[in-house]
Nanobody
Framework: QVQLVESGGGLVQAGGSLRLSCAAS????????MGWFRQAPGKEREFVAAISWRGGSTYYTDSVKGRFTISRDNAKNTVYLQMNSLKPEDTAVYYCAADKSFLSRYAYEYDYWGQGTQVTVSS
């Protein structure tokens, strides 16, 4: 069993940076692939990034490649999303999720979800 809690969201100006954290409880964190999703007001939830259980493989949606970096520290049971060069269109509630399978861009394949953290980027 894995429980997830996101933190690190906030209000930033366009071009700024923010690092999101997702703290996991449970002793099996290192066996899960982890993903970040986001949902903007009035829009569908979309995939952002994912990382394998060892951290050796990552996968990003095209709109964030080169700007966002997903990483994990299994010793701390934490996954991170470093967001640079933020744009107003990045504004959304960001969710972390755990997947017992390999990397996936599909929300329905994830087993556990956090409550989300708000990221707002002003122009």
């Amino acid at each position: 069993q894995v429980q997830l809690v996101e933190s690190g969201g906030g209000l930033v100006q366009a071009g700024g940076s923010l690092r999101l954290s997702c703290a996991a409880s449970g002793r099996t964190f290192s066996t899960y692939s982890m993903g970040w999703f986001r949902q903007a007001p009035g829009k569908e939830r979309e995939f952002v990034a994912a990382i394998s259980w060892r951290g050796g493989s990552t996968y990003y949606t095209d709109s964030v490649k080169g700007r966002f970096t997903i990483s994990r520290d299994n010793a701390k049971n934490t996954v991170y999303l470093q967001m640079n060069s933020l744009k107003p269109e990045d504004t959304a509630v960001y969710y972390c999720a755990a997947d017992k399978s390999f990397l996936s861009r599909y929300a329905y394949e994830y087993d556990y979800w956090g409550q989300g953290t708000q990221v707002t980027v002003s122009s």
